[in-house]
């Protein structure tokens, strides 16, 4: 993929995303109910996003875009069998 | 063409009214589709806002509902015209079925929404762009304000639904 | 092109709409905005054809996250 329309990120866009990213990382170390904490995760992992795809990595940012909830989804089943 | 952020607001008001139509008329604000809708939608009024509001916030939180639709078809026409609007068409449809949603709300306002934002920049007035900004705006307005008073509209809304086409109530 | 500021404007909006909210279920229409939000500015960096595609797996894991979320938080699904 060569590079986008854009050919440098908007500073405001980099800022917004880069504002996510360390709220959300602020938020999952401070917040005590553990599905706080994953939903926290989400809003870090939203703000990532968009440096993987300004970059050009239309496939890298696919995958992730798959795993990552998956991961949340197995999160959840270990907690289920672990409580009951 | 007229000013940015007026075709963002009229684009807005459009997106509005295409996902609101398409939900009310597929009985989302009805009942929770999944476990976690009706979780959402409980919440929702214990903190004071109404049951059918609360029902289709968390349908929409849920599953991909006709706001999806209307914003990867958004994304689609400004991606690559009517067939990328077609193409997000397929995916939501494919989402749908993977959140096992079994009612057609997404893939319906996804093609209603293509034909639309289509029409709209093809007639010169609009660019693609302004539509995905006015669908962002529009479920912040129904998602992202306050869940008590939107919750509040999408009761009374849902109640001149059901007055409109009576069948459907059990 | 505003179209790109809004969306951003709003994310950071909804995202810090998520942390100051208190009860775990009411975070998740936030949250929601947040995904709507990112899924805009996906598009808009970058417009290429395979981007719908990466645009439309965000946002379905997403909701598909959500809705794990607010299933396990319920319970689970109902035995029949």
Redesign the interface.
Known sequence: MGRGYQETMNDVVMVASVILILTGMTAAIFNRDPFDKLISLSVLIAGVFPFIVERGFLDVAIATALIAPLSTIFTLMVCRRVQV | MLDEPLRILIAALICWLNFMTIDLIFKLPHSGGVSGATAIAQEVEKGGGKLNGGYMMGNIVSSPDASAGTLLASCGVYCAGLPGGLFAALLVYIGNRICYDPGYAGTTGCITATFIVYGAVQSGWFAASDFIAGMVIAILTIQGISSVHASRLIARLWKVRCRFIPEDKP | ???????????????????AER????????????????????????????????????????????????????????KP
């Open positions: 092109m505003i179209a790109i500021y809004v969306c951003a404007g709003i994310a950071v909006y909804a995202a810090i709409r998520v942390i009860n775990t279920m009411r975070k998740l229409p936030f949250l929601n905005v947040v995904s709507f939000a990112v899924t805009g500015i996906i598009a808009l960096l970058l417009p290429h054809p395979i981007t719908i595609a990466a645009a439309a797996a965000y946002f379905v894991g997403s909701t598909l996250e959500s809705n794990a979320i607010a299933s396990t938080w319920a319970g689970g699904i109902k």
